[in-house]
């Protein structure tokens, strides 16, 4: 890992996010007329949508944002599992989106049939915009290492071939989710990995000297990113870079 940033607790780092959304999603929009945003959910996201929805709801023009979901819980209670759920309710309904740009994804237990809907949005999205270009990444990271729906051992890491992929017998409920693939991030300027806890201590020395962990998914996705250009930064409060 180039470069990791450390916060005094996750409230910090959730602003310090939160604000540079706010830049990286403004110079894009002045740049190109809209900006895309692939989102996160979690709880240093939540935290930041928060602060957001507080601080900056003049800051920029949402309107002009395009929304992509990293990944979606197929599950048909929607209230207690989806990420897209928590996060419109947070904080998408509270700003000035344009709904038709917000790229929702499915959200019940047919998953394969969901990966199929959002790879066309994504693919649509892309073809009107006649780029692929995403001008913000959030990542979550688990204890295990994963990031997005992409799980140590799964199979749908190696996939670079579709956008949007089905996974099957997650380690956490519920089992079937959808996840973006390395395919869709293979165009992005800036990703932010947020990462605070003390549940994640432990992985975080593999990440930050990858020379042992290569197999980890979320080495896999930094190491793609890195590969096509992205500038990604790792985001550690205090509890969790205790043991780096």
Partial sequence: MDMYDVFNNSSDLAEYAANKAVEILNNAIKIKGWAIWVISGGSAPMLAYKYLVYNH???????????????????????????????????????????????????????????????KKITTLFSQLKSNEIDLLWLGLGEDGHTLSLFPGFKEIENMNELVIPVFNSPKAPANRISLGLKCLENVNNTYILAPGVSKQNIIPKIVDSSTSNNLPILKVISYLKVHGSKTNLMLDKESAELI
């Fill in 57 to 119: 709801k003049n800051s920029l023009d949402w309107s002009r944002v395009y929304i992509i979901l990293g990944d979606e819980r197929c599950d048909n209670d929607y209230e207690q599992y989806s990420n897209w759920f928590a996060i419109d309710k947070l904080f998408l309904s509270k700003m000035s989106f344009d709904y038709k740009k917000l790229l929702k994804p499915g959200f019940d237990e047919d998953n394969i049939a969901a990966a199929i809907e959002y790879s």
